[in-house]
């Protein structure tokens, strides 16, 4: 089971390999940035823009909280984007591998932004439903079973991207990681 997904690969294949993945989430981030800036407009136009009287306040705040998560979002593809449109495979080996090993770690830094955009679109999933569910429960009961949603939705939106990462990313890494090592010793 582990076997297949620690396989290292030699720096060659690794090369071709981080070529065609680079390639392919280049496209991939300039997609989602696009799509989000998309979801900018509509949200604002639909939440904070709409004169309609049946929009509360809640439903603006929570347009509000939708835009500013969906802009984090964008804001993220981009910053992914440039940092696969940057890579340049003429540099130093090393250089080359330490960019790989990077790119594509499960956990980084720069992700952190990506939590609070899905705080904020869990507020903002609060204050809409609000209105509509608050005579059927007490706030609480409102409150959990929205965040209990919410948890569930997210765990296995987590899950299916950590299992693709296993799949196609993780080999990337381990060897970019090992090869590395080598390097240095």
């Known amino acids: 089971m582990k076997n297949e997904n620690t396989n290292q690969m030699n720096l060659g294949s690794l090369i071709s390999e981080l070529e065609l993945k680079d390639s392919k989430y280049k496209k991939v981030m300039r997609r989602f940035q696009i799509m989000f800036f998309i979801f900018i407009f509509f949200y604002a136009g639909f939440f904070l823009f709409n004169p309609h009287p049946e929009i509360t306040i809640l439903d603006r705040i929570a347009g509000a909280c939708y835009v500013v998560a969906f802009s984090l979002f ?16 003429a540099d130093p080996v090393k250089k080359v591998l330490e960019g790989a090993e990077k790119r594509y770690r499960l956990w980084q830094k720069k992700t952190l932004i990506t939590l609070v955009s899905i705080l904020l679109i869990d507020a903002a999933t609060i204050l809409v439903l ?34 693709r990462w296993r799949k196609e990313s993780r080999p990337i890494w381990f060897s970019a990681r090992n090869l590395l090592k080598e390097l240095e010793e």
């Open 74 to 89: 964008t804001l993220q593809f981009r910053k992914f984007y440039k940092t696969y449109k940057a890579v340049n495979y």
């Open 130 to 163: 609000y209105d509509r569910f608050i005579d059927r429960w007490t706030f609480w009961q409102f409150f959990c079973i929205i965040q209990l949603a919410y948890i569930i939705i997210m765990g296995i939106g987590f899950t299916f991207g950590y299992l």
